[in-house]
């Protein structure tokens, strides 16, 4: 997609935001129609016309034909939200020790690093580290099945 | 005395010099930067002493400004935002064997910058928190008002003066979530739970902070890196006569940028930049290895330390996007910025600004004796460093309030974040909103009561009119140049 034309569309959308956050304001009970009502009110008009002024603005003066690029790599983008994802997923049945030990070595493979000893490593490091210091030290508490 | 024994506590010492370690290896990675190291850290420092945490976060933050020099003068990898300008300079004397010196003057500018911009903090800080007790409601909502003129002045050739404004107000929309102050009737909570609070701000920083900058380097086609001048024999030089004046420069024009809310230490290195190449009796040097140029952008960059505490702390509007994350933690621990932090709180906070001290002086020594070897740092590659980022991105969301709402939430910011970013949005703007917005709306909503309705209360007190004062010029300097600019871009192309 053309980033002129993602940029119009994001525009849109904020503009079709403001219009409902403006609407759903009437529903404020009581004090707020005198307080967070306005405030609010005052946000969706600024974003408003804000959005309308650099939609007119990109219409006049953008005839640019950028592609829109979120990424140089698709496939290693898309495995890392992937990972990410089920990563949260994992967080809490199966404990950060365990679902951070498939994440790390998973990812960095994925992404192109080819060592295993030190893949092995460094996630053993990095949970080593996490137990030392957040665990025990700061006594941060961590999900899940414990494999220390 | 007393604070000065916190600080030279065995404890404290050796958590700055971690912190300040951390920050200098951290700012040496191409891909990781202050705000980020600052943001994964501070879900952290809950369980800490709070003056502890607060040290390590701030010796993180000096060293990590300090840290993006050393591959931009080795490796022509600026390992912050704020070291491209150093690499201007700094990678050509690399090159010509004079790396040595490159490194001797960047370590001891963003020592004098770091220093005097702590010392300034030290000094004006307590004095404008004191003004901060004459603020009502309607001065805390102008406040609100002064930080988001900033957001003007975060537009730059990348992101458009208006772009800048959407992502501003972006960031004070998505702040109404949750429960509303007034009737305590609940907003666009989508009838989620984890929703009732608000949006929590630290899942939001490490989003759009550290998650963004992993996925951008996932996403990277090649990881090629220069390292030829590593292997070049390199002759020690004594720094040049005059040098000082270049750092002075800098550090002067570093604390007053990193004062002004929303302005970071990338803009203030290369504003001190150019204006050494303006002063400079060697301007055909600027661009081939001139150590002037070094001098004044790293005293510039680490300048924005001290100086973005200013406002961080004294009024809660964060200088920059890691003063926004040393916010968060002042917050979670209980310490809202205001006078408060210089009486309640001054056994905390006097130390946490003294430290700042220690941690230059750390960097300063690091810098002198290990930096060429700390250089290596930068060749960490990419498919080892983002899965670790990321799983410290992950457990950073969650800690803070052992919430997986709060990864998805991270998840969501990084990505919604990077169309943002590739659409030209300002991030640093769309995150002063978030932080500015219930401030904002808490301003006006009593401001609203205690007016009976009308808007008048905003003008009325003289602080509320010098306000007004302060905000029309930090918004007209700006506006014109960019109206200027627009006229021009018009002119040409038509």
């Known amino acids: 997609m053309q980033k002129k034309w993602a940029d119009r569309a994001l525009l849109a959308v904020f503009i079709l935001m403001a219009v409902l956050l403006y609407r759903s304001t009437a529903d404020y009970p009581g004090i707020a129609q005198s307080t967070s009502a306005k405030y609010v009110r005052f946000l969706a008009v600024f974003i408003a016309v804000l959005c309308l002024a650099q939609l007119g603005f990109g219409l006049v003066r953008d005839h640019g034909r950028d592609i829109l690029v979120l990424t140089g790599n698709r496939r290693r983008f898309l495995a890392l939200l992937l990972g990410l994802g089920l990563f949260a997923i994992a967080f809490e049945p199966l404990g950060f020790y365990l679902s951070g030990a498939i994440f790390i070595p998973a990812i960095g493979w994925i992404l192109g690093y080819r060592r295993p000893l030190v893949l092995g490593l460094t996630t053993a490091g990095v949970l080593g580290f996490v137990y030392a210091v957040f665990v025990q030290l700061l006594s941060v508490r961590l999900p899940g099945i414990e494999i220390f | ?494």
């Not at chain 2, 933050?61 to 990898?77: D, F």
């Open chain 2, 1 to 494: 005395m007393e604070y000065l024994a916190i600080v030279f506590s065995p404890w404290a010492l050796l958590t700055i010099f971690i912190g300040a370690f951390a920050g200098v290896a951290i700012g040496g990675m191409p891909g990781l930067t202050a705000t980020m190291a600052v943001g994964l850290l501070v879900p952290f420092t809950y369980t800490m002493d709070p003056a502890m945490g607060l040290m390590l976060l701030g010796g993180i933050y000096a060293g990590a400004m300090y840290g993006g020099s050393i591959p931009a003068i080795l490796l022509n990898t600026p390992g912050t935002p704020a070291a491209v300008a150093t690499a201007i300079e700094g990678y050509p004397m690399s090159r010509a064997g004079r790396a040595p010196l490159a490194l001797k003057t960047s370590v001891i500018a963003s020592f004098a910058g770091g220093t005097f911009s702590v010392f300034i903090l030290l000094l004006f800080a307590p004095f404008l928190a004191r003004q901060a007790l004459a603020f009502g409601p309607a001065e805390t909502f102008l406040l609100a008002l002064m930080g988001l003129a900033g957001i003007i002045s975060i537009a730059d050739e990348k992101s458009s003066l208006l772009k800048a404004l959407i992502a501003g107000v972006l960031g004070m929309i998505i702040a109404i979530i949750g429960t509303d102050d007034m009737s305590g009737s609940l907003r666009y909570t989508m009838g989620l739970v984890e929703l009732y609070d608000g949006i929590d701000f630290m899942p939001a920083l490490i989003g759009l902070f550290s998650m963004i900058q992993m996925l951008e380097l996932a996403g990277q086609k090649s990881h090629q890196i220069d390292t030829s001048a590593l292997k070049k024999k390199q002759k020690g030089e004594k720094l040049p006569r005059g040098i000082g004046k270049y750092m002075g420069l800098g550090a002067g024009t570093g604390t007053l940028i990193g004062i002004l809310p929303g302005e970071g230490a990338t803009i203030a290195a290369f504003i001190s930049y150019n204006l050494s190449k303006r002063i400079s009796k060697t301007k055909e040097l600027f661009g081939k290895g001139n150590p002037e140029g070094i001098a004044a952008a790293e005293a510039g960059n680490n300048g924005c330390v001290g100086g973005s505490l200013v406002p961080t702390i004294t009024l809660g509007i964060p200088g920059n996007s890691v003063a926004a994350a040393l916010m968060g933690a002042f917050i979670i621990h209980g310490m809202i910025p205001g006078p408060d932090l210089f009486t309640e709180y001054a056994d905390r906070t006097y130390p946490f600004i003294i430290s700042l001290f220690v941690a230059n002086g750390v960097f300063l020594a690091v810098g002198l004796f290990f930096a060429p070897y700390l250089a290596r740092i930068a060749l960490v590659p990419p498919a080892i460093m983002v899965p670790v980022v990321a799983a410290f991105a992950v457990l950073g969301s969650y800690a803070l309030n052992n919430s997986v709402f709060d990864i998805y939430l991270m998840i969501a910011f990084a990505l919604g974040g990077l169309v943002l970013k590739k659409l030209g949005y300002s991030l640093e703007a769309l995150i002063l909103g978030l932080i500015l917005g219930p401030i904002a709306e808490g301003g006006f909503s009593q401001g609203m009561i205690i007016g009976k309705g009308s808007p008048w209360i905003f003008f009325d007190s003289n602080i509320a009119k010098v306000m007004w004062v302060i905000i029309l010029a930090l918004l007209v300097p700006p506006l014109y140049s960019y109206w200027k600019h627009v006229h021009k871009a018009g002119k040409a192309a038509g």
